[in-house]
């Protein structure tokens, strides 16, 4: 078996983790007017050093600063490119699953209004986090961001001015630019590893939100295409060091999900169009479908990771059960480029899934354990 020394890691993880309960009543305080922003970040800092401690005592090979900056994996990024706005609440979606099983009553999803011509603030986005969490270890740091897609899909053409964007393709200039310059000053300071958590390519195997697309006006048969074309631009000319790759995800909040559905319907597009160094696929149950799919995957390239160890619950999967899967996998694509990681975060949103934080450690010492036994 060929040695990683270049990310995704034959163990790895999708990036978001529990919280404290700490952090999040300073996060309560910090909206109630009763800290300031600067107590915050002093609190964040502090707890991102117990939780890089955390992943480096687990043996991984990259570490992120567990999301805890963030409320949300996708909307504090998104809220922070100027021109854009949404009605979303976090606390209402918090408490009603704004990612949940399909069928149940919910709050309508965030959406991103673009209201005038989008550029990143002064100083980028995650570019000082990045500094900061690099700083406390010698590992590798992930920066995890939103796919670009998530400025889209959600919303679709009719939720960008079209004063300012008459052209769609206009728009998509104008965000792969953004991503392009956020990448470069992400590796002038030193960052290796970056992944986007796109919901959007997995939601659109799913025949309930391939609908969805139609109804605002889009082609679910198109959307694969042009999605791998948008994220291609937002990566063109990143540092040769520089891995990226997309993380699939069918909803992750509270312990539920939204999507379900095989990758059969993105799985040639995606794979072979998008030119990423992995993909982190979601496989812990029946709702992401079977393995066929990786048949799609070019040889010897790209990594397959595959999110086998749930994180929606507590119990452990035996060691037996994620080798049979392992192998069941490499049939489709050779089991050189395939690598273990969780299915998704721990914590996608800052109220995480219903499991302990010992259990989100004896999950990635599983992981770790299994990838020694398969890959060595």
Same mark, same amino acid.
């Given at each position: 078996?060929t040695v990683r020394?270049?990310p995704?890691?034959r163990?790895?993880?999708?990036?978001? #983790?529990?919280?404290?309960?700490?952090?999040?009543?300073? !996060? =309560?305080? +910090?909206?109630?007017?009763? $800290? *300031?922003?600067?107590?915050?970040r002093?609190?964040?800092?502090?707890?991102?050093?117990?939780?890089v401690k955390?992943q480096?005592e687990?043996? #991984?090979?990259?570490?992120?600063?567990?999301?805890?900056? !963030? =409320?949300? +994996?996708?909307?504090?990024? $998104? *809220?922070?490119?100027?021109?854009?706005?949404?009605?979303?609440d976090f606390?209402?979606?918090?408490q009603?699953?704004?990612?949940?099983k399909?069928?149940?009553d919910k709050?309508?999803?965030?959406?991103?209004?673009?209201?005038?011509?989008i550029?990143r603030?002064?100083?980028?986005?995650?570019?000082?986090?990045?500094?900061y969490?690099?700083?406390?270890t010698?590992?590798?740091?992930?920066?995890t961001l939103?796919?670009?897609?998530?400025t889209?899909?959600r919303?679709g053409?009719?939720?960008?001015?079209?004063?300012?964007?008459p052209?769609?393709?206009?728009?998509?200039a104008?965000?792969?630019?953004l991503?392009r310059?956020?990448?470069?000053?992400?590796g002038?300071?030193?960052?290796?590893?970056?992944?986007?958590d796109?919901?959007?390519?997995?939601?659109?195997?799913d025949?309930?939100?391939?609908?969805?697309?139609r109804?605002l006006?889009?082609?679910?048969?198109?959307?694969?295409?042009?999605?791998?074309?948008?994220i291609?631009?937002?990566?063109?000319?990143r540092?040769?060091n520089?891995?990226v790759?997309?993380?699939?995800c069918?909803?992750?909040?509270k312990?539920?999900?939204?999507?379900?559905g095989?990758?059969?319907?993105v799985?040639?597009?995606?794979f072979?169009?998008?030119?990423?160094?992995?993909?982190?696929?979601?496989?812990?149950?029946?709702?992401?479908?079977?393995?066929?799919?990786?048949?799609?995957?070019?040889k010897?390239?790209?990594?397959i990771?595959?999110?086998?160890?749930?994180?929606?619950q507590?119990?452990?999967e035996?060691?037996d059960?994620?080798?049979?899967?392992?192998?069941?996998?490499?049939?489709?694509v050779d089991?050189d480029?395939l690598?273990?990681?969780?299915q998704?975060?721990?914590?996608s949103n800052?109220?995480?899934?219903l499991?302990?934080v010992d259990?989100?450690?004896a999950?990635?010492?599983?992981?770790r354990?299994v990838?020694?036994?398969?890959?060595g």
């Amino acid at each position: 078996m060929t040695v990683r020394t270049r990310p995704p890691f034959r163990y790895d993880h999708v990036g978001s #983790l529990l919280r404290p309960e700490a952090l999040l009543v300073s !996060r =309560e305080k +910090f909206k109630a007017g009763e $800290i *300031s922003a600067a107590e915050l970040r002093s609190h964040e800092d502090d707890c991102i050093k117990e939780v890089v401690k955390l992943q480096e005592e687990c043996g #991984l090979k990259a570490v992120t600063d567990g999301e805890f900056r !963030r =409320e949300s +994996f996708h909307v504090d990024f $998104i *809220s922070q490119i100027k021109n854009v706005s949404s009605n979303w609440d976090f606390d209402e979606a918090v408490q009603l699953g704004e990612d949940h099983k399909a069928g149940e009553d919910k709050q309508m999803p965030f959406i991103p209004y673009i209201n005038g011509k989008i550029d990143r603030p002064d100083g980028g986005i995650e570019i000082a986090n990045y500094r900061y969490t690099s700083l406390l270890t010698d590992l590798p740091v992930k920066v995890t961001l939103p796919s670009p897609t998530m400025t889209h899909f959600r919303g679709g053409r009719d939720a960008i001015d079209k004063g300012t964007y008459p052209e769609m393709a206009n728009f998509f200039a104008d965000l792969s630019r953004l991503y392009r310059e956020e990448l470069a000053d992400l590796g002038a300071a030193g960052c290796n590893y970056v992944q986007f958590d796109d919901t959007n390519l997995a939601y659109l195997c799913d025949p309930k939100m391939r609908e969805n697309a139609r109804t605002l006006g889009e082609d679910p048969d198109e959307l694969p295409e042009m999605y791998a074309a948008l994220i291609n631009q937002s990566i063109e000319g990143r540092p040769e060091n520089m891995a990226v790759c997309i993380h699939l995800c069918r909803g992750n909040a509270k312990s539920q999900w939204f999507a379900e559905g095989g990758y059969e319907p993105v799985a040639d597009k995606l794979f072979n169009l998008t030119d990423v160094d992995g993909f982190f696929l979601e496989y812990d149950d029946d709702r992401s479908g079977g393995f066929e799919p990786l048949r799609f995957v070019p040889k010897g390239s790209k990594m397959i990771v595959l999110g086998l160890v749930t994180t929606k619950q507590g119990s452990l999967e035996s060691k037996d059960e994620l080798k049979q899967r392992i192998e069941e996998a490499s049939r489709y694509v050779d089991i050189d480029q395939l690598a273990l990681s969780p299915q998704c975060g721990f914590s996608s949103n800052a109220v995480g899934n219903l499991v302990s934080v010992d259990d989100q450690r004896a999950k990635f010492d599983l992981i770790r354990e299994v990838a020694e036994e398969v890959w060595g």
